[in-house]
Structures are given as structure tokens and as C-alpha cells.
């Protein structure tokens, strides 16, 4: 079945250690995205790839980077890791880039900070 | 930038009882998709509404899009422990094919 690929589900990492999530999808979508979610709010964008052009929301931090290396894989790097970073990471794609296609979501990778 | 207000942010029902949640923008909207996300899940698409005063029915749950395409709702008929999760709205119209999420709607439903 074609899906989107989070790994791992679980990731923890200690204050200030820099850390990877992965995203993989089998849709052949052109748009990757990323989302931070903490708990009872909504996903809140962090950024999403066009085919391999970035596109950064405005309200990012600069510590969170990511990567698109070919059209099925993404990965999120969060450089300095802080407390208030621990969330769940949702990568979802779509399609094409206009908000009338649906976007599929990966089951999510949760991240805690020590 | 757009904003969608979603309300309520908690509902409890008994099973049986109906639901519905609302969302509510400023702008007009080019579009709304609608989310279910369980307890410990991801979001999963729902349905998309597209035209003014569009109604779309899936079963049990019923989507509205208002006529000025400013508000949308969900109604859940007789509600299910399955219906049990958060139920976000999702608007289109900005750049990049950006969705907005609303606050959503957390559903608790007792046998």
C-alpha cells in the first residue's frame, strides 16, 4: 500500500544534542511537508518542500532544518535540541502544491528532550 | 495571516447523542478539508468542501460549507465510541497550497 513512513516513533535525545527524523513516502507526491504537534493543538507548519524547493514558514526557528535528498525521502534536523521542542513531528504530502488536494500524514515520530 | 476558529474545544457526549463542531473565519475561504486524528494517531483526511453552501454527507457525519464560504461544520448523527478522537478543520487560500488548521475539536464519547 502506498503510504508515508515515519522513523523511528519514538526518538529521545538529550538538551542540545543535535537530532534526525525521516520521512519517507511511497506516493510519488510532489510536496513534502513537516508539522510540529505538542498536545491537544493543532499541527503547526514548520516548513514543506516543493519538489526541492524549500519553502520555510516565517515563524521557524532556526534550529530546525531540513533536508530532501529525492522525491520520497525528508528528513528533519533539529540542531540544538530544547525542552520546549519535545512534540510529536508529522510529515504528510500531497499531490501538488494547492490546498485542494488532501494532504496524507505519517504516523508521526515523538519526540522527548532529556 | 488566516486564522479559523474552531469551537468547541472539548465535547463529551453520551453515545447515541449528537455532535457537531464549528469553524469559523474572517476570510473567505477557497476551500475546507476536514481531519479526524484518534488518540495517539495522525490526522486522516475526511472530506473537502469546495463550493458556497456545499453539504456532503459520509454515513453518520454531515459537512457544511456556509454560503459566504466563511464557516463550515461537522455533525456526527448518533454518536459511536469509534467517533471518539479530535476533529480539525483545515482551510485553503493562502500561498503554497498552505493548509490552516483550526484549534480542533476534541470528541469524548461515554457508553
Known amino acids: 500500500d502506498a503510504m508515508v513512513i515515519q522513523n523511528p516513533r519514538y526518538q529521545v535525545t538529550q538538551f542540545g544534542k543535535p537530532v534526525t527524523l525521516s520521512c519517507s513516502q511511497t506516493?510519488?507526491?510532489?510536496?513534502m511537508y513537516w508539522y510540529q504537534q505538542k498536545s491537544s493543538q493543532a499541527p503547526k507548519l514548520l516548513f514543506h518542500y516543493y519538489d526541492k524547493d524549500f519553502n520555510n514558514e516565517a515563524d521557524t526557528p532556526d534550529n530546525f532544518q531540513s533536508r530532501r535528498p529525492n522525491t520520497s525521502f525528508c528528513f528533519l534536523d533539529i540542531r540544538s535540541p530544547g525542552l520546549g521542542d519535545a512534540a510529536m513531528y508529522l510529515c504528510a504530502t500531497s499531490r501538488d502544491r494547492d490546498s485542494t488536494y488532501e494532504q496524507y500524514f505519517g504516523p508521526g515520530t515523538r519526540l522527548t528532550v532529556t | 495571516g488566516q486564522q479559523v476558529m474552531q469551537i468547541p474545544q472539548y465535547q463529551h457526549v453520551q453515545e447515541g447523542e449528537d455532535f457537531t463542531t464549528y469553524c469559523n473565519s474572517s476570510?473567505?475561504?477557497?476551500?475546507i478539508q476536514w481531519y479526524k486524528q484518534r488518540p495517539g494517531g495522525h490526522p486522516v483526511f475526511l472530506i473537502q468542501?469546495?463550493?458556497?453552501?456545499e453539504v456532503k454527507k459520509q454515513k453518520r457525519l454531515t459537512f457544511q460549507f456556509g454560503e459566504a464560504k466563511k464557516n463550515s461544520s461537522l455533525h456526527i448523527t448518533a454518536t459511536q465510541t469509534t467517533d471518539v478522537g479530535t476533529y480539525f478543520c483545515?482551510?485553503?487560500?493562502?500561498?503554497?497550497?498552505?493548509?490552516?488548521f483550526g484549534q480542533g475539536t476534541i470528541l469524548t464519547v461515554h457508553p
Open positions: 483545515a482551510a485553503g487560500g493562502t500561498s503554497y497550497g498552505k493548509l490552516t
Open positions: 506516493l510519488n507526491h510532489n510536496v
Open positions: 468542501l469546495v463550493k458556497s453552501g
Open positions: 476570510t473567505t475561504l477557497s476551500n
